[in-house]
């Protein structure tokens, strides 16, 4: 198992972890590859043999940053790696007085994983997500650097 920064060649593989963890709602390949070359973003995965099994992506409008997708392979979950993922993107976000991001009310394992690094709940926007409709709680974490 390897984490490095994400490489075009991982998209194809990144776009089939997206789909076995969002289904409908995951990101297009269009869309990961817009990522992954925005200027301001950070983009890593987890490999093991050959599959992409973990990617976080991460991007900064000045001093805020925000962690825009995280996803682990369901068969791989429970095993550290989005808690890896989340310390190799920490430790290579710099200039950054705070990281937000939106996650689903119901979803406990991502609410707890984000409670673990010290983000906390400041907001609930309503309606948030379709497929199913659901509110986003909007975490945010402080970086003292
Ligand atoms: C959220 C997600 C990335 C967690 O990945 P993971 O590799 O299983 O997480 P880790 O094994 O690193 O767990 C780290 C901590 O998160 C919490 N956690 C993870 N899964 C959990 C679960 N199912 N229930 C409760 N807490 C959980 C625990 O505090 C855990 O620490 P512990 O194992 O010492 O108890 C993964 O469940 C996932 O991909 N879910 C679907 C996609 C998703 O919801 N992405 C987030 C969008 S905002």
Redesign the pocket.
Known sequence: MILCKMQPGHIAGVKDLLDS??GTSAWSTESIAAQLDKPDSYCAVAVDEDKVV?YIAFEKILDEGS?V????DPE?????????LVELMLSSCTGVKTIC????VS????R??Y??FDFEEITIRKNYYDDPREDAAIMIKKVNE
């Not at 997708?69 to 682990?72: I, K, R, T």
């Not at 791989?76 to 890896?84: F, N, T, V, Y």
């Open positions: 963890c969002f973990g962690i997708e995280l996803a682990v791989h979950r429970r095993q550290g790696m989005g808690r890896r991001l939106e996650v689903r979803n406990t394992a991502a707890s994983l409670e673990a």
